[in-house]
């Protein structure tokens, strides 16, 4: 069974940073593209960054220059540091990650989000 979990959101300051973190837990044998992406009070969801696993990187252009995607292969984990925060950065962020678990198909797994708010 493939988990993903999110961490880190919360509360900050306009201008402020936020660093979340997302790991795989459960029978992980590899981990292709990891995404990010976020849902606002009455919006749809829509993806903020991306990363391959050549490091590759993707981000809307709404955060380009301020958010940074990264992550850890050995610790099957994907980081979003986040700066210059704004007040319509405030979300539900969520990962998603396909997974190769160590038996059974390749699949999309998303973790339950956490919630990001941005004061002014």
């Known amino acids: 069974q493939v988990q993903l979990l999110e961490s880190g959101g919360g509360l900050a300051q306009e201008g402020g940073s936020l660093e979340l973190s997302c790991v795989a837990s459960g029978s992980v044998y590899a981990m292709n593209d990891m995404v990010w992406y976020r849902q606002g009070p009455g919006q749809q969801r829509e993806l903020v960054a991306a990363i391959n696993p050549n490091g590759l990187r993707n981000y809307a252009n709404s955060v380009r220059g301020r958010f940074t995607i990264s992550r850890d292969n050995a610790r099957n984990t994907t980081y979003l540091q986040m700066r210059a925060l704004k007040t319509e950065d405030t979300a539900v962020y969520y990962c998603?990650?396909?997974?190769?678990?160590?038996?059974?198909?390749?699949?999309?797994?998303w973790g339950k989000g956490t919630l990001v708010t941005v004061s002014s």
């Open positions: 998603k990650a396909q997974i190769a678990p160590r038996m059974g198909p390749i699949l999309d797994y």
